[in-house]
């Protein structure tokens, strides 16, 4: 009897033990107790690599409008100093006018004095103050070329200026909006069927941008929509947007991929006429009736 109440005793201990062993599960994700610490593992991972990726998108954004301000001021300094060149530009041209003025007063009064030359004999310090003044007016005239040339840089640099300007609004439009370069194409790098997600050969450079959705085109025709997930400077990686495969089809590597094409808005009813409400009183046909005769004056004048 003592062997079986032994046996018996053995026998639930094993069970105990091996239902323990059940409960603790293995490395397997959500299996026992053990399982549950690496899924939580596996999920603070992943929190910890979102919170990374936000990091380097607010540096980014922070960048980016750093960026701006010092366009911003590049800009002002550079539309103040053209101003400033275009004002000392008219200042020359205002003392070349006064100069060739004077020149031309000063070609006058030689010629008025052409007959009493010999007389006043200051022939050479009238050619002298010529020269001079031909000299001065050679100097202006390099001044002012020098001027224009300084002019035409200032304008090439401020258009480069406004070009970048332009292109940071545009990017910094495209992430407010959430939608990629309406212009951007690129091609898939690669595919990873499983996982439902692909990976592009452009990126930053081509404006895509996160959670905007591509259009996978292979001969002329939309085959997937992808939903952008993470971007680089010249990559990218999408989700496969599920249901928006085309029955038969696959995404395949290649594959052109390119922004969402918006419809083009239906054309407004052309007006219509409106017809006139007023019936028409008289036969269009008929001859017209002969106007009134005005009546005549008495022949006989009344007050005679």
């Known amino acids: 009897m003592a062997n079986i109440f032994a046996i018996l005793t053995a026998v639930v201990l094993a069970i105990s033990g091996f239902l323990a062993f059940k409960n603790q599960g293995g490395d397997t994700e959500g299996t026992g107790y053990r399982g549950w610490i690496v899924k939580r593992q596996n999920m603070q991972g992943t929190l910890a690599d979102a919170q990374g990726r936000l990091k380097k998108l607010q540096d980014t954004l922070e960048q980016t ?3 701006l301000t010092e366009r911003n001021a590049e800009n002002e300094t550079k539309t103040a100093e053209n101003a400033t060149q275009k004002e000392k530009n008219e200042q020359l041209k205002a003392e070349v006018a006064a100069l060739e003025a004077e020149g031309t007063a000063k070609t006058a009064e030689a010629d008025e004095k052409e007959d009493s030359i010999k007389e006043f004999g200051d022939v050479e310090q009238v050619v002298a103050e010529l020269k001079q003044l031909t000299s001065d ?5 390099l001044d002012i070329t020098q001027g224009e040339a300084n002019r035409a840089d ?3 640099q401020l258009a480069g200026v406004e070009a970048s300007l332009a292109d940071v609004r545009e990017r910094i439009s495209w992430r407010v909006s959430g939608e990629s370069n ?3 194409e690129t091609r898939i790098r690669s595919v990873y069927a499983t996982l439902g997600f692909v990976t592009l050969a452009g990126g930053d450079d081509l404006g895509i941008v996160k959670n905007s959705t591509l ?3 292979r001969d002329d025709a939309v085959i997937a929509n992808l939903k952008v997930t993470t971007v680089e400077s010249k990559s990218a990686a999408a989700d496969i947007v599920p249901d928006s495969v085309v029955d038969g089809e696959s995404v395949q590597v290649g594959d052109t991929v390119r922004s969402a094409q918006k419809a083009a808005p239906a054309p407004e009813p052309a007006a219509v006429p409106e017809l006139n409400p007023e019936p028409l009183d008289a036969d269009p046909l ?3 009736e002969p106007e009134p005769e ?8 009344p007050f005679g």
């Open 65 to 67: 409008q750093t960026t």
């Open 137 to 141: 007016l050679s100097q202006i005239e």
């Open 154 to 156: 200032l304008e090439a």
């Open 182 to 184: 309406p212009k951007a």
């Open 215 to 217: 259009e996978v085109v």
């Open 286 to 288: 008929a001859e017209p």
């Open 294 to 301: 005005p009546a005549q004056a008495d022949e006989a004048d």
